[in-house]
């Protein structure tokens, strides 16, 4: 599945037809469509200078959580350790901010422009402990194709 989906995804990222915001939301559509488990997905992006996180494009329910610091939840906490975060059971985490009732795991992969953490790609499921490191793999893959758009 993951293999299939690599050249749709780099497909739309050199849509140039598509402005990049554009671009991004059709990556959101795309995986929110072909992927069952990932019921939420979205990119959140550095504002400015500021020490907080922007919502980007995204593809699910609309969230309230359109600004997040750094250092609070599992975005907030990726702005800042530069690593993946992968949560199996959202309930286990102490510094987690619930966008809605039904998600269950989450996961986050941050997204490096000339090595700076510019933004994130973060993605909620509504099943338990659905991501394995193929999910990663593949997550990351799409961070680095988007890097190069930005
Ligand atoms: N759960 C995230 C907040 C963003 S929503 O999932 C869309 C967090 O703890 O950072």
Same mark, same amino acid.
């Given at each position: 599945?993951?293999?299939?989906?690599?050249?749709?995804?780099?497909?739309?990222?050199?849509?140039?037809?598509?402005?990049?915001?554009?671009?991004?939301?059709?990556? !959101?559509? /795309?995986?929110?469509?072909?992927?069952? #488990?990932?019921?939420?997905?979205?990119?959140?992006?550095?504002? &400015?200078? +500021?020490?907080?996180?922007?919502?980007?494009?995204?593809?699910?329910?609309?969230?309230?959580?359109?600004?997040?610091?750094?250092?609070?939840?599992?975005?907030?906490?990726?702005?800042?350790?530069?690593?993946?975060?992968?949560?199996?059971?959202?309930?286990?985490?102490?510094?987690?901010?619930? !966008?809605? /009732?039904?998600?269950?795991?989450?996961? #986050?992969?941050?997204?490096?422009?000339?090595?700076?953490?510019? &933004?994130? +790609?973060?993605?909620?499921?509504?099943?338990?402990?659905?991501?394995?490191?193929?999910?990663?793999?593949?997550?990351?893959?799409?961070?680095?194709?988007?890097?190069?758009?930005?």
């Amino acid at each position: 599945m993951f293999e299939a989906l690599k050249p749709h995804v780099l497909e739309v990222l050199r849509d140039s037809a598509l402005s990049v915001p554009e671009r991004l939301q059709e990556v !959101c559509n /795309l995986l929110h469509n072909e992927i069952p #488990v990932y019921d939420w997905v979205g990119f959140y992006f550095r504002n &400015g200078t +500021l020490e907080e996180l922007k919502l980007g494009p995204y593809a699910g329910d609309p969230t309230d959580h359109t600004v997040i610091p750094f250092g609070k939840g599992i975005c907030g906490q990726v702005a800042l350790s530069n690593q993946n975060f992968v949560v199996p059971d959202v309930a286990a985490q102490d510094n987690y901010i619930a !966008c809605s /009732l039904h998600v269950k795991a989450e996961i #986050v992969i941050p997204i490096f422009v000339d090595g700076a953490n510019i &933004g994130q +790609l973060d993605i909620d499921s509504h099943t338990p402990d659905p991501f394995s490191e193929k999910d990663e793999r593949f997550l990351e893959f799409v961070c680095e194709a988007v890097a190069h758009i930005l």
